[in-house]
């Protein structure tokens, strides 16, 4: 059975970091693209991120470019979303997402077959 499990989330001050995880278990993650979502209360689910089964290709989103680095170490099969200088507007639950259809790409569109629970983000002083 596939499972992506998130981990890292937690409460931050503005200016502050965290490091999410994205971890797979039942599968091999080196075929798959992984994509960073986060949905806060009352708006629609964005993409964050996204890296390619190979990590050559990343995609980011505006809002988080510069601040947030997204890496993958298919030795631990595991993602991350190393997430710097922290606003309040980023409080939001963060899911990962993972399918193999996308070759050396990937999408920040949520069109994934796979995805994890979610961990919240929260910055606040």
């Known amino acids: 059975q596939l499972q992506l499990v998130e981990s890292g989330g937690g409460l931050v001050q503005p200016g502050g970091s965290l490091r999410l995880s994205c971890a797979a278990s039942g599968f091999t993650l080196d075929y798959y693209a992984i994509g960073w979502f986060r949905q806060a209360p009352g708006k629609e689910r964005e993409g964050v991120s996204c890296i390619s089964a190979n990590g050559d290709s990343t995609n980011y989103a505006d809002s988080v470019k510069g601040r947030f680095t997204i890496s993958r170490d298919n030795a631990k099969n595991t993602v991350y979303l190393q997430m710097n200088s922290l606003k309040p507007e980023d409080t939001a639950v963060y899911y990962c997402?993972?399918?193999?259809?996308?070759?050396?790409?990937?999408?920040?569109?949520?069109?994934?077959?796979?995805w994890g629970q979610g961990t919240q983000v929260t910055v606040s002083s």
């Open positions: 997402a993972a399918d193999n259809r996308y070759g050396d790409t990937c999408t920040r569109f949520p069109f994934y077959d796979d």
